[in-house]
């Protein structure tokens, strides 16, 4: 859909004077075949931010990305340690494997991560989705809570993100404990309850 001139160029003004827009050149000559004259705009860092979405104007206060490895052997963690320390604390864990969903499984996951104002990645089992989806909330802004299984940690850990501190956990309820007190610390109580009794 072509917009008539007019319109289209009090929408071009309004982008430009609110920063979203800049002058990228002008075609001359036939080098751009019926170009020759035309101005091109390209995105700001502002245009880029508003198209995309920030860290602020996406987030939902209080929801939580849980990025995990869904193992038999993990579901304890999630059940008996994550959901409940979030919960405790005060926020709405999203756990993919409990997400129902009718698309692409990763749209919908960069969706969730969008939507989050932080994240959990328990990094036990080193999978490589775990990994990618705690980046891809880095590049957002997203603060990540990185934890491991004490006895995996080791040999799960990557030298990319062993620089940041990890929750090391030894059995669910230490894990609970642990990742409560840290998102406590330096979140505060969440927007969906009171800090639980310990």
């Known amino acids: 859909m072509t917009l008539p001139v007019q319109k289209n160029c009090n929408f071009i003004r309004a982008t430009r004077e609110a920063g979203l827009i800049t002058v990228a050149g002008s075609a001359v000559?036939?080098?751009?075949?019926?170009?020759?004259?035309?101005?091109f705009?390209?995105?700001t860092y502002k245009g880029w931010d508003y198209v995309l979405g920030t860290?602020?104007?996406?987030?939902e206060h209080g929801r939580?990305?849980?990025a995990m490895w869904f193992d038999e052997s993990m579901a304890s963690a999630y059940t008996e340690g994550i959901e409940p320390a979030l919960l405790d604390s005060g926020f709405e864990p999203v756990c993919m494997n409990a997400v129902?969903?009718?698309?692409?499984?990763n749209f919908t996951i960069l969706a969730e991560i969008r939507r989050a104002q932080f994240i959990v990645a328990d990094i036990t089992g080193a999978r490589g989705g775990v990994y990618f989806e705690a980046g891809f909330a880095r590049a957002l802004g997203r603060e990540v809570f990185f934890c491991c299984r004490n006895d995996r940690f080791g040999t799960d850990r990557h030298f990319d993100t062993e620089h940041f501190q990890h929750t090391l956990w030894t059995t669910p309820a230490d894990l609970r404990a642990k990742l409560r007190d840290k998102v406590l610390g330096l979140k505060g109580v969440g927007p969906y309850g009171r800090r639980a009794s310990r």
């Open 55 to 59: 860290s602020a104007s996406s987030a």
């Open 100 to 105: 129902f969903h009718n698309d692409d499984i």
């Open 29 to 39: 000559g036939a080098a751009m075949n019926d170009s020759a004259g035309k101005q």
């Open 41 to 43: 705009y390209r995105l």
């Open 64 to 66: 939580v990305f849980v």
